[in-house]
């Protein structure tokens, strides 16, 4: 489902339908996901300041 949606996310633009439109918002997602992970792994502190604020 994540290599579908990272597909779709390079050429959601081109397909301007709304199947691509929905795999484009998958992939962005993944990525948000992917970037509080990485912040979380780097401190666990910082992070959890992050949200309380």
Known sequence: MIII???????????????????YKIAFRYRLENKILKEFNKDNTSYLKKLRI
């Open 5 to 23: 949606a990272r597909i779709y996310s390079k050429n959601w633009h081109k397909k301007k339908n709304k199947n691509s439109y929905f795999y």
